[in-house]
């Protein structure tokens, strides 16, 4: 089974939004306040260690009714159980999608016939005593010393994830120093390099395919760099390699015992729970790591199970198509008030942009609507004094998700008292803007300067106020938004498992780069003609 054709615009409850969005759009969010002292208690959601207040959106109780209509109407629920059984979802690439099998408790699920918990279970005992003997130090180069530095050389999803999550993760690190290689750049190689000591390091190569370009570089330079110092021989303790493509893997000289492999049912934007995430079992330990994975499945658990109006990746997910689809707007923005979490964005960018980012729906024919929204983002309190003067008076209306947490980590209360105190002043007075008759009560007296100093407020925001950032709220998190993206491209009937885009830029560039080694500049468009005959000059 796979999932449905079903054109949200033509639902009865898409009908009704677009009605109520007319009665609704003028109504402020500071009057809904008003008007219901019982608000909160209605938008919001304790879950574990998550609290999710949705309060702060632009909503009544009849939007968020006729959103879960929607949800009824494009069949989320038929959606949700062909996602986790592992129905061949992603249709494009004819594969089924199933990250979540990597963190299931579940002892059977299918693919092709084939129960890949079996797999997914030897692969997880396989980084479990290679993380161990590396960190333990029972494992050694090949000089005999004990391992400092670990370079995990990946792009996109073989990059994005462990490299988020590894920063994340810093309060739980062990001595290992871990180093991110991804960018073709080769001054992001030679940066790294100086930093390691060939007797010492670890490399992990991270791709999927084992065909991109930036990784397969990087790994050459990264091995020709080694080989100054050791030997031939010695690559395979110090080479290893995460692939799906294992003869490949073979091709570039890492042997089977030093490979991990993954499936072609795990998506790269969402492999972090594979063995792409070594290089987090490496930083933090197996342990934490398992942990990592045990948060994502408790939120499976809740994604699967829990109501419609109880669960939070559904509510999120229709809320950002309210503002996407009726309200018209382009972003969304990730504040977390946590440094930890500097990496989320970006990761998330991958996850949302590269999976919603469709302008073909499940038919074929060209969406008529809005589909994938940008997102962007960086942590509170620095965001503060970077954008946020755009959220607060700007033209356009951004939802933002702020996350927060209520215990600090390293124990400086007062730093996190303050911290928080932003985090929940933001919200505040994204809401409740500032009139003019306040200003006044103030003490402001200059007329002229009141437009300037007036906020309009009604910008709406999700709060999620998280116990602890721990591994297990961390999964939990991440695994969140991975089935907010899901229940999007449900809704906006697309596919979000294939990328064809980003192959196309793989494509391009692999014959521009022709021309330039070869120093002839074949017809392009007269724009890129004229600069690579500039570049070549
Ligand atoms: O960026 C495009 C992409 O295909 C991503 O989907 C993927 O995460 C990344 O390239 C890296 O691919 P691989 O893991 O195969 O090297």
Redesign the pocket.
Known sequence: MTLENINPTGTVAWQKLRAHFETIAHTPMQKLFTEDGDRTRKFHIQWNDFLLDYSKNRITSETVQLLLALAEEAHLKEAIQNYFSGDKINVTENRAVLHTALRSSEKNILVDGANILTEVEAVQLKIKSFAEAIISGNRKGFTGKTFTDVVNI??????LGPDMAVEALQFYKNHLNLHFVSNIDGDHVAETIKKLNPETTLFVV???????Q??LSNAITLKNWFLQSGKAEDVAKHFVAV?TNLEKVTEFGITSENTFPMWDWV???F?MWSA?GLSIALAVGYDNFKALLDGAEEMDQHFKNEPFEKNIPILLALLSIWYNNFFGCETEAVIPYSQYLKKLAPYLQ?AVM?SNGKCVDRNGNPVKYQTGNILWGEPGSNAQHAFFQLIHQGTKLIPCDFIGFKECLHGNKEHHDKLMSNFFAQTEALLMGKTDSELTAEGSKNAFLMPFKTFEGNKPTNTLLIKKLTPKTLGSLIAMYEHKIFVQGVIWNIFSYD?FG??YG?QLATTILEEIQTGTAKPHDSSTTFLLQEFLK
């Open positions: 990946g792009i996109g999803g073989s990059d991270v791709s999927k395919t084992f065909t991109t930036e990784t692939s998506g790269g934007r492999s792409v991958q590269e990328q980003v192959e793989k």
